[in-house]
């Protein structure tokens, strides 16, 4: 039975870990956790923000996904694409989720990411 889902893995490029630390917790305000040594040896990161948890891995000859991504819910989703926009992320609105503000993102190696708020 499931009963919750635990992390998203994202792909990257090896050595891109200054660079996601930048987006991830300089622009999108989460926090780095240590990946446990035998993990750490692979390179990559793990970040969190509550109960939101993504975690990098490095990939050779990485290309990122065209269409696949992380859906993550936020509170205040104007303010917060402002905020990320300001620091010079992109943000792309889109309208076509009823019921939902919702805009996309992508960190610097091209991971896309979708950050929704259901209408009230």
């Not at 992390?7 to 050595?15: D, K, M, R, Y």
């Not at 891109?16 to 305000?29: C, D, F, H, T």
């Not at 990320?84 to 805009?103: E, K, M, N, S, Y």
Request: hydrophobic content about 40%; overall charge neutral.
């Amino acid at each position: 039975m499931l009963v919750a889902l635990d992390h998203v893995q994202l792909a990257a490029p090896p050595g891109s870990e200054n660079a996601l630390r930048s987006y991830y917790v300089g622009i999108l305000g989460m926090t780095e956790v240590a990946k446990p040594p035998v993990l750490a040896a692979r390179g990559g990161c793990w970040f969190e923000a509550g109960p939101v948890r993504l975690h990098l891995g490095t990939e050779p000859g990485f290309r990122p996904a065209k269409k696949a991504h992380p859906g993550l819910r936020v509170r205040g989703i104007e303010a917060y694409a402002t905020r990320i926009a300001a620091q010079g992320a992109p943000v792309t609105w889109d309208d076509d989720l009823p019921g939902h503000l919702r805009f996309y993102s992508e960190d610097p190696v091209g991971n896309r990411l979708e950050f929704l708020e259901p209408r009230h």
